[in-house]
């Protein structure tokens, strides 16, 4: 979210997904597996990669598998192949804390429902995730962020989702602080967010990655990537430009455009 600076009210789980899909070059395949397995992730020895789904269940369900494989290769866990069953093994419990995280992240659920006032079904709608899987979130929220019993926490989620009342709005307004301090402390690499900027856009300035004002970490940027420095009329940044999409000359133009809008 920080890195593309999607907002709490358009985050979709597609953004991270589609992005570390093709980073690191994991082929994403529906297909009609067993009826036992929702879904299946594979490296094999060339550095192929691949994640399969079930493509008879419901999108939401798809939602998650494809969610909890990718967790198997950003988690590192330890294997070549991963069946996505139901089984009650450490691996498959981080991969199902990972994929309803990636589903539905904390600073997300208290912006839709404290700021947007949605509800459960909205919820569900918006972030194209199961009823269960929801459930399990808001559950893992409070019980982290709060110091209120299972049964209290069982209570208060019971009455949101059958709309009898705000208290699950009032409890995650109350700790609103937490929140916003651990959105806060995510720190971004700041080599991936210029990659990341970089596929979108032909330049990068030190106004969207400030790291780059710093000799030290501009020294250690790959060596496809050069830099260059605008100044004037009150107005300094340092840009960044990958020579292999386009020339010194395109991205001081480009610069000169940005430090335009800027100082007049």
Known sequence: MKM??????????????????????????PHNLHND????????KHGHSSISYQSTHHLHRQNFTKCHELGHFLLEHQGSIFTYS???IPQEIEANIFAGQLLAPDIVLYGKIVIEKRTFQDIIKDLGISYEALKIRLKQILADKSNLSINEIESIILDYLTRKNNDLKDCLEQLSNRFIQDFKMV???PIEHIEYLLEHNDIVTSLQVPALENNDFRNQLPT?????WQFGRGVEFYYAWNKKQISQEQAQELSNDT???LAY
Request: aromatic share 16%; hydrophobic share 40%.
């Open 259 to 261: 430090w335009f809008r």
């Open 37 to 44: 397995i929702a879904g299946l992730s594979i490296k094999d």
């Open 224 to 228: 496809q990537y050069s830099v260059g």
């Open 86 to 88: 139901e089984e009650n």
């Open 4 to 29: 593309n600076d999607i907002k709490a009210s358009n985050y979709s789980y597609h953004s991270f997904f589609d992005y570390m899909t093709d980073k690191l070059e994991i082929a994403v395949l």
């Open 187 to 189: 720190e971004i690499n």
